[in-house]
């Protein structure tokens, strides 16, 4: 027996599979609801998260763009990278993981104008794409709190260097449910995903969540808790992304959480200074939002996405 593990229901979007580096195969997804010749849209995602985690938000942008997501390597329904992890889950890894979907799309949809608006770490692989290895298709880009490691500004990052250790945190992530119930309720806990608007909570916990892969009875989840780690040890292994900024060909807007909100952190501290980097980039602070500023408000964030059409 086997179990369709995608992030995102057939009834809702397309998938479709790309094959990249190390046998590694990327689920991608395209919505199936979009205006006729609407411009496409290219959404990434969060560590630990996946492309469904943010239908809610997605199902938004659907009503102005020809919506595409997709599950990075080892999460969702992509496939898990080969060891050694601190090789096959690095930046370099995910840009070129990026450039796959994107040609793919761009294969399926010729002639279309080609936007890209992500969260996080996969924000920060764009940008790494784009400054490190010239690949920037995009007519505009609009990115949530990227996770860039500078390599200056190092008396912030001394700060934070003494908070406890993301990577070490999802190690010990609880990685077994009995059922989607159990794990909804523990993922409502104010310590852990309660603030979430109710819909981005239901439809992330419906997206990271699959049948045990040992088949015997219950859930797990479908980012196994050393490639979460993994992927935050990549995103402290290296300065590159930030260091490529100012090589960066297209017009972005960086969007950064407020560092005094709850869930604020040096990342949002230093966005105004990642936005001066660029060329031709601009800072928006999302007043009262932490790092996971999509699933707080949803449609504010999904208005500035719509507003690169302007």
Not at 116 to 142: C, E, Q
Not at 233 to 250: H, I, K, N, Q
Request: hydrophobic share 40%.
């Amino acid at each position: 027996m086997t179990f369709d593990v995608s992030s995102i229901p057939a009834e809702t979007a397309r998938r479709f599979d790309v094959a990249v580096e190390d046998g590694v195969t990327i689920a991608a997804y395209e919505l199936n609801d979009r205006p006729i010749d609407a411009p496409i849209l290219l959404w990434g995602h969060a560590n630990g998260f996946s492309a469904g985690s943010y239908l809610p938000f997605l199902q938004i942008l659907a009503e102005h763009f020809h919506v595409f997501a997709f599950d990075v390597r080892g999460q969702g329904a992509s496939s898990r990278p080969p060891e050694p992890l601190s090789k096959t889950v690095a930046f370099d890894r995910f840009a070129h993981d990026m450039e796959g979907v994107t040609n793919t799309i761009q294969r399926m949809a010729i002639s279309k104008p080609l936007y890209f608006a992500g969260h996080s770490f996969s924000a920060a692989t764009m940008y790494h794409l784009g400054g490190n290895f010239g690949f920037a298709p995009w007519r505009a880009v609009t990115t949530f709190d990227a996770t860039m490691r500078p390599s200056d500004h190092q008396d912030v990052m001394a700060f934070y260097a003494k908070r406890p250790s993301m990577s070490a945190g999802a190690l010990r992530r609880r990685r077994f449910f009995d059922t989607p119930e159990a794990y909804l309720e523990a993922m409502s806990r104010p310590h852990a995903f309660g603030f979430f608007a109710s819909e981005m909570l239901s439809a992330h916990c419906q997206a990271t969540l699959q049948r045990r892969r040992d088949r015997t009875n219950g859930w797990e989840l479908s980012c196994p808790p050393e490639i979460e780690a993994a992927t935050y040890e990549a995103v402290g292994r290296t300065t590159a992304p930030y260091d490529s900024l100012a090589r960066f060909p297209v017009k972005a807007h960086l969007v950064g959480a407020d560092p005094a909100a709850p869930g604020g952190s040096w990342i949002g501290q230093l966005h105004e200074a990642f936005a001066q980097k660029l060329p031709n980039g601009r800072y928006t602070k999302l007043t009262g939002c932490g790092h996971l500023m999509p699933f707080q408000k949803p449609k504010a964030c999904a208005d500035i996405v719509i507003s690169m059409l302007d």
